[in-house]
């Protein structure tokens, strides 16, 4: 529907505010209308107040939700194959099955193969945007980003600087410098790609690469940084062992210069006060990754202590140490581990940190994130029909019931369709990803 408006009608929700604060940012039509132009929202409200403007406009009806597209906050695209390796926590999981599965990206078409499959599932599970890790061959960014350009989806990623990594998994000063800078070059800014600064974590980067991470940020203003940060017992250990003069595992990256407004930190499972005053202090912000985090025994994210100080957060699967790419499902985790430090995750405020959080921390909730006008249209049209359980769990239901039952039990069953800037890019039924609507 490029070059001319195009209207979809049928129920629509988006929160574009966390409800912790705003509880008025949940936005929801029962019989919508979302008018779209070139892929941007021109028009969105109650179709009884807003079909007599558009009466010429062509009209796709939409059986189901519809709700703007997943954005996954943290995730690890070469990792996708190893999802459900048995038997470790972090560490050891790491060494036994990541690493050797990284290293066969040393290969450019093994690469490519793997960045289709994963914007494929990507798409089959709603997810629209992405903060994604890569490996740390150049190649492996090459190949992602260049998927996701011919897919118009818009993602961020970055090659992993890791110069202390395993043998044939490791960079160094030079190479970091060079294929970041040659990365950046080559894909930020172009089509809907960003480019984010990725070293693995504290344990994997010498601390002159740690610099050199900062450096990095410091040259290019709006690039992010995306690593990892206090997420499991032994690393922290390590970590404290390692950096003996840092306050804490925040500060070690603190004096790289690696904390601020654009860090995406995944995780945060161990966080001090100290940490979070810090963390929203400086406008960073925390990839919450709840299945991953039961997966490996990592421990249950901290709303309530991180809520009160005020930090910036969103939601990620973290696969392959996540279970599911559904962020349906992982807003269904996040409430359990909420609910495993006796705190209550409303399911509006689930929904945020899937949207218009995620949205934050990647500093594109001004183009996506909430169905707003000026938004792009990325969306998903969820259907609670889409189980036989689900079906009676909603009959008669309330809104937040209905999306409850549906972070609770939903998963990529309840994806009807996902929808790029207007335009559809999965829909289950024909199951081909084209020609749908
Ligand atoms: N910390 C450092 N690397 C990784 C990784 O690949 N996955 C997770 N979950 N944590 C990490
Ligand atoms: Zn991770």
């Not at 966390?18 to 941007?40: F, K, M, R, T, Y």
């Not at 202390?164 to 790609?193: K, Q, V």
């Not at 392959?320 to 409303?346: C, I, K, V």
Request: proline share 3%.
């Amino acid at each position: 529907y490029l070059g001319k408006l195009h209207a979809f009608r049928g129920e629509i929700l988006s929160v574009s505010d966390d409800p912790l604060h705003a509880p008025d940012a949940v936005s929801h039509q029962a019989d919508g209308l979302l008018v779209v132009e070139d892929g941007i929202v021109v028009a969105r409200g109650d179709h009884a107040d807003l079909a007599h403007c558009f009466a010429h406009v062509p009209v796709t009806p939409i059986h189901g939700l519809i709700v703007p597209g997943f954005i996954d906050a943290h995730v690890h695209y070469p990792q996708m194959d190893r999802i459900a390796s048995h038997g470790e926590q972090l560490l050891d999981w790491l060494e036994r099955h990541i690493f050797p599965a990284e290293k066969a990206f040393a290969d450019r078409s093994h690469a490519d193969a793997l960045a289709q499959a994963f914007l494929a599932e990507l798409l089959r599970h709603g997810t629209t945007s992405a903060l994604v890790f890569a490996t740390v061959h150049e190649g492996s960014v090459d190949a992602l980003f260049e998927a996701a350009l011919a897919r118009n989806l818009r993602l961020a990623s970055g090659k992993v600087l890791m110069d202390l990594g395993p043998e044939g998994l490791r960079d160094s000063l030079a190479t970091a410098r060079a294929e970041t800078e040659a990365l950046i070059a080559r894909w930020h800014g172009r089509g809907r790609l960003s480019y984010a600064i990725t070293p693995r974590f504290a344990l994997t980067s010498s601390d002159e690469q740690l610099a050199l991470a900062g450096e990095l940020l410091a040259t290019h203003g709006d690039v992010l940084l995306h690593t990892h940060l206090a997420e499991n017992r032994h690393e922290c250990a390590a970590v404290a062992a390692r950096f003996p003069e840092a306050a804490d595992y925040l500060d070690v990256y603190d004096r790289f210069g690696l904390v601020g407004e654009r860090s995406v930190f995944a995780h945060g499972i161990h966080l001090s006060e100290r940490m979070c005053a810090r963390l929203a202090q400086s406008g960073a912000g925390i990839a919450v990754c709840p299945s991953s985090n039961l997966f490996l025994g990592s421990g249950f994210f901290h709303f309530g202590q991180a809520d009160r100080h005020g930090v910036k957060l969103g939601l990620g699967t973290d696969i392959g140490a996540g279970t599911s790419f559904s962020m349906l499902y992982t807003q269904g985790q996040a409430y359990q581990a909420a609910l495993a430090r006796e705190e209550r995750l409303d399911p509006f405020r689930a929904l945020y940190l899937a949207t218009t959080g995620s949205a934050r921390l990647l500093h594109i909730a001004d183009k996506v994130g909430a169905l707003a006008v000026g938004q792009e249209a990325d969306f998903v049209v969820l259907d609670q029909a889409a189980t036989t359980l689900l079906a009676r769990r909603c009959a008669g239901a309330s809104l937040a019931e209905r999306l409850f039952a549906m972070q609770i039990l939903g998963d990529d069953r309840v994806v009807a369709q996902t929808w790029i800037m207007g335009e559809c890019a999965w829909d289950k039924n024909s199951a081909k990803g084209a020609n749908c609507g």
